[in-house]
């Protein structure tokens, strides 16, 4: 097992959980400070749920252990764990109202908070989410984002040794979820607990964690601040989920062209900029991915110097930007983010500028970052 000293807050080592065939994790090591956010995302069935449950007691590890402030966890019971954790099925007591739902941890023994300040901290948090409107009103007669929304109350009205919020806000309509994601992150950064919010939203997570987890298939890609996730993906993985939009990564080979390297396949050859020739040479193989970051890339006319020639394949206007699809000889997409509004018409012939921040570069039998992706 990984040797692993845990920081005071909460720890997992090595932890590994099989269902039946499915490895939901494998080998998670991590740590989360008091007062921490961290933020964990991956696609849906990567692991994310059954990593909180793991830490609240509600599954059992079959192997490495959960500690608390370095307190082993491994034969301690849910309901003395004095975990906090808003569930993605919102798991709300359909008879009780929503203000006694989120009252009902606090009724609870342990709760650690005098019952004369219960109120006051349900309604406020009920304030806070907006749906102190709805208090009295049962389950059945909410939303689906008024039931998270109360759900979440009832998580963040407690005074947890840990606070889990798997998918806290995503079903809410976007312009909500942006208002209260902020007024959340505030909430737990005046807390002395652990966080884990949960979420398959990269740009989510970016924005909430302190440092971010990047997980997939069970196993942690990435720990690291939003930073370090955003402009040094460790792997190929990472790098495909996470961005606006993420990278496009193409595989290919290294190719010499007198003193300079080329990263080459079907309908494109771009020299590496020297930061990123110089580990190119250095990898095991003359097979690699290429990386290219969405926001870093110029569109330009097809016999531009220095431009990979190709074809508009899409054109997708937001407003405050664009996003348009490259396609090059042998079918390969490349995404575009351009703020400029662009006069392109699908079809036609273009051209691509790719500058040395636009690449990165990966192993393509490891997925492994090679060095230079740091640029």
Not at 116 to 144: K, Q
Not at 161 to 166: E, F, N, Q, V, Y
Not at 277 to 287: P, W
Not at 313 to 320: C, I, L, T, V
Request: with cysteine; charged share 25%; proline share 7%.
């Amino acid at each position: 097992m990984t040797s692993f000293q845990p920081r005071a807050g909460l720890a997992l080592s090595g932890v590994r959980k099989r269902f039946g065939a499915t490895l939901a994790l494998e080998g998670v090591t991590l740590s989360v400070g008091p007062g921490e956010v961290l933020a964990i995302t991956g696609p849906s069935g990567a692991g994310k749920t059954t990593l909180c449950r793991v830490v609240a007691g509600l599954e059992t590890p079959d192997e490495g252990s959960v500690r608390f402030g370095g307190e082993p966890m491994d034969h301690v019971p849910p309901d003395r764990r004095r975990v906090a954790f808003m569930f993605e099925s919102y798991a709300l007591y359909p008879h009780l109202s929503v203000r006694d739902n989120a009252l009902s941890p606090l009724r609870a023994p342990g709760g650690g908070i005098p019952r004369e300040r219960h109120r006051a901290i349900v309604d406020e948090t009920l304030g806070l989410l907006e749906i102190a409107h709805l208090a009295d009103r049962l389950p059945g007669a909410l939303s689906g984002g008024q039931k998270q929304r109360a759900a979440l109350a009832r998580a963040l009205v407690q005074q947890p040794r840990a606070l889990l919020l798997d998918e806290p806000i995503s079903h809410l309509d976007a312009k909500l979820r942006h208002k209260l994601r902020g007024a959340i992150r505030q909430r737990l950064m005046t807390r002395d607990s652990p966080s884990i919010w949960s979420t398959p939203d990269g740009l989510e997570a970016l924005s909430v964690g302190d440092r971010v987890a990047v997980i997939d298939h069970g196993r942690i890609e990435q720990i690291g601040t939003p930073e370090d996730i955003w402009l040094r993906p460790a792997t190929m993985t990472v790098a495909r989920l996470i961005g606006d939009p993420p990278m496009s990564v193409l595989n290919g080979e290294l190719e010499g062209e007198g003193d300079a390297l080329v990263f080459a396949r079907e309908g494109l050859r771009l020299p590496l900029p020297a930061s990123l020739a110089a580990d190119a040479a250095r990898a095991t193989s003359r097979r690699v991915s290429l990386g290219l970051r969405a926001g870093a890339l110029n569109l330009a006319a097809a016999d531009a110097a220095g431009a990979a020639r190709g074809e508009i394949y899409s054109h997708e206007p937001f407003g405050k930007h664009e996003i348009i699809t490259f396609s090059v000889a042998g079918g390969a997409q490349i995404k575009i983010k351009t703020r400029a509004a662009a006069r392109v018409r699908i079809g036609e012939t273009a051209g691509l500028i790719c500058p040395p921040e636009a690449l990165a570069l990966f192993d393509t039998e490891t997925g492994r970052a090679l060095p230079a992706s740091a640029a």
